[in-house]
């Protein structure tokens, strides 16, 4: 289980959110909804122990995630705003070693290509790719990825029809398997595993 209790966070004079609880069981996701700057990456990047709140705590099976920095990689698979990519590598490499840092074959990431629009990219060095394309890499890193765990930022944007259908049906496989999901969303999103929505305030 996933759960945080009386999170607070400021942003500046802004108080993004306070006194935060939430709760995600094995096999469910919980979808982060909100206007622009309402919170959702710095919530995500909460969990993941990259920003720290000012009060509370996020805790992964019982355990403070702040305290366990050393299992956060076994646990999260995160997909950000920021792709984490090598830009002077190809996707191909940039992929090959994602897949062995997670314990995942070499081949691990080339059936998600197509459905993702890159089949055709696979040489193309990453700093020639547009940032649609970029992104679509990078999320490409947590459908693969073992992790229990998997926290994701707009992960349907740049995505046609197909991708979006693609994307969701692993999300759905992830939880089947008894993973939690934690998605960031400008929109209504079906899911076929039970999911909650968490509806964070706007600015002002």
Same mark, same amino acid.
């Given at each position: 289980?996933?759960?945080? !209790?009386?999170?607070?966070?400021?942003?500046?004079?802004?108080? =993004?959110?306070?006194?935060?609880?939430?709760?995600?069981?094995? %096999?469910?996701? *919980?979808l982060?909804?909100g206007?622009?700057?309402?919170? !959702? @990456?710095?919530?995500?990047?909460?969990?993941?122990? *990259?920003?720290r709140?000012?009060?509370?705590?996020?805790?992964?099976?019982?355990?403070? =995630?702040?305290?366990?920095r050393? &299992? $956060?990689?076994?646990?999260?698979?995160?997909?950000g705003? &920021? @792709?984490g990519? !090598?830009?002077?590598?190809?996707l191909?490499?940039?992929?090959?070693?994602?897949? /062995?840092?997670?314990?995942q074959?070499?081949?691990?990431w &080339?059936?998600?290509?197509?459905?993702?629009?890159?089949?055709?990219s @696979?040489?193309?060095d990453? /700093?020639?790719?547009?940032?649609? &394309?970029? /992104?679509?890499?990078?999320?490409?890193? @947590?459908? +693969?990825?073992?992790?229990?765990?998997?926290?994701?930022?707009?992960?349907?944007?740049? =995505?046609?029809?197909?991708?979006?259908?693609?994307? $969701?049906?692993?999300?759905?496989?992830?939880?089947?398997?008894? %993973? +939690?999901a934690?998605?960031?969303?400008?929109?209504? +999103?079906? *899911?076929?595993?039970p999911? !909650?929505?968490? =509806? $964070?305030?706007?600015?002002?």
């Amino acid at each position: 289980m996933l759960d945080a !209790k009386g999170l607070t966070l400021w942003r500046g004079y802004q108080c =993004l959110f306070e006194q935060l609880n939430f709760a995600v069981s094995a %096999g469910s996701a *919980l979808l982060l909804r909100g206007a622009n700057g309402s919170g !959702k @990456t710095t919530l995500l990047r909460v969990v993941c122990g *990259l920003t720290r709140p000012e009060t509370g705590e996020v805790r992964w099976q019982g355990r403070d =995630l702040q305290r366990e920095r050393a &299992q $956060l990689g076994q646990v999260i698979a995160y997909s950000g705003h &920021q @792709t984490g990519l !090598k830009s002077d590598l190809s996707l191909a490499q940039n992929l090959r070693f994602a897949a /062995r840092l997670c314990g995942q074959g070499d081949d691990a990431w &080339q059936a998600l290509l197509e459905p993702l629009g890159l089949a055709a990219s @696979t040489q193309l060095d990453v /700093r020639l790719l547009s940032a649609g &394309q970029q /992104r679509r890499a990078a999320l490409v890193r @947590t459908l +693969i990825s073992p992790a229990p765990l998997w926290v994701m930022d707009e992960p349907l944007a740049n =995505l046609d029809a197909a991708g979006r259908a693609y994307v $969701l049906a692993a999300v759905d496989r992830h939880l089947a398997d008894g %993973g +939690i999901a934690l998605l960031a969303v400008h929109e209504e +999103i079906e *899911l076929s595993a039970p999911s !909650k929505t968490l =509806l $964070l305030g706007e600015t002002a």
